[in-house]
């Protein structure tokens, strides 16, 4: 016979094996178990411990998303198989904290999976919350804020070869900077990469004419100015030198290659 104070503290310990998961799909911070959506969401430890250090890399981790990339910046996102080419506005949605950046079918900031706290991808049509191309589905890249437990940061590099192609080379840093104690902080991300192509071009002769030479930085500022009132603030630049697109051996409606690949 199991008494009740047995019972209860059984109870306790299978809940404390529960880690409760809360989400902003909704504007409001929520439990993921009382939102009604179809949301599949990855913190910051689950980003790390999975490797996802690029966006690309989410279709690892999330059931129904695809992603579609032929360059750092040309990506085209599909969820439950909505997606489209043509038109003036992407069917799937791409948000930087509550800012969209879905600027065509195809074509977006080169966002980089740094110094996130938390990734939502929300499935099926979510034009009630989110206006901005998300007739199939959101995604939502949700970046850490400013704090104010003094100053701290990391920093990381990477190197790697490809082969029959060219070497890569990639170095990031993040840092948190209170200014004024409880008042003004500053976070700062930052990254550069130079990725080495792997496709020639025999007509031309050239080699590795993919590559890509891209620098990312992101400015977050945080203003308490009241026990009721917080301010947040964010400033971002993503650019890209690329080379040729990372494909070849297409052929036009004439059935002639227009990219060759040896």
């Known amino acids: 016979v199991v008494s009740a104070a047995d019972q209860n503290k059984v109870e306790e310990l299978n809940q404390r094996g529960i880690d409760e ?25 689950k980003l790390k411990n999975m490797g996802i250090d690029g966006i690309d890399k989410l279709v690892y981790a999330i059931p129904n998303l695809s992603i579609r990339s032929t360059s750092e910046s040309e990506k085209r996102f599909v969820i439950r198989g909505v997606s489209n080419v043509r038109g003036s506005s992407a069917l799937v949605g791409v948000y930087l904290d509550e800012i969209p950046v879905s600027l065509s079918p195809q074509y977006q900031p080169n966002l980089q999976m740094l110094d996130i706290q938390r990734v939502e991808v929300l ?35 990477s190197f790697y070869t490809t082969q029959g192609g060219d070497t890569s080379s990639e170095i990031s840093a993040i840092t948190n900077i209170p200014v004024i104690d409880d008042t003004l902080a500053f976070r700062v991300a930052a990254s550069y990469k130079d990725v080495g192509g792997w496709i020639d071009q025999p007509d031309a002769n050239k080699e590795d004419i993919n590559d890509v030479e891209a620098s990312y930085i992101r400015i977050k500022g945080l203003w308490q100015v009241s026990d009721d009132l917080t301010l947040n603030a964010m400033v971002m630049r993503a650019r890209d030198d690329e080379g040729a697109l990372g494909y070849g051996n297409i052929k036009d409606h004439l059935g002639e290659l227009f990219w060759r690949q040896v």
């Open 21 to 45: 998961i809360i989400v902003t799909a909704q504007k409001r911070e929520q439990r993921l178990i009382d939102v009604p959506i179809s949301i599949a969401t990855l913190s910051e430890e």
């Open 123 to 157: 499935r099926g049509p979510q034009g009630t919350l989110y206006g901005q191309g998300s007739t199939g589905g959101t995604v939502r890249l949700l970046t850490k804020n400013p704090n104010f437990d003094g100053i701290n940061g990391e920093i990381g590099s």
